[in-house]
């Protein structure tokens, strides 16, 4: 069975709340979507192709004053019910894989120091993506009421403040553990 293109649905997604050209679709994936679904310009441009060829989304040559004419993106109706028979599915394979325990699991092979340093870093990551979080989760309470997709992006925001509220407990967690073994 062929690999689901969850690029696809990212993209339609975003194209039934408005036109975008591809590279408006990437900083509105890099600004909503990224903390949860990477997706980059190698998969985007490929895919709208592909949904241009399938009839889900149109394109169209839109004047610029900025520079060479744009391509704007619009969904159709069938890639509407592309986008809607997907979502009435289960998810499907969520999967995780965080380097930085593949390199701890296998973290005797360095120092216990560079370990710590790993994990220190790691911790000033989740630390800013928190401080993210916690703008949108603010920004986001101010408009719940005035569209019903403010309350469902919420509820990836309240994901995500509990997974990086969970990140930097085990960062404090795995460093008090390796100075207390490294007081030993």
Known sequence: MAKDNKTAYIILGLLQHEDMSGYDIKKKIDIMVSHFWETGYGQIYPTLKQ???NGEVLKEEVEST?????????????????????????????????????KLFFGSAVSMEENMERIRNFQCDQKEKMEMIALFKDNLQKVLSEDTDHLYYYLTVLFGEKIYRAYMEWSKEALELLQNKQKK
Do not use: Q
């Open 66 to 102: 900025k520079g060479p004419d744009k391509i704007v993106y619009s969904i159709t109706d069938k890639g509407r019910e592309k986008l809607t028979d997907w979502l009435k599915h289960p998810a499907v394979n969520d999967t995780v894989r965080y380097e930085i325990l593949l």
């Open 51 to 53: 949904l241009s060829d």
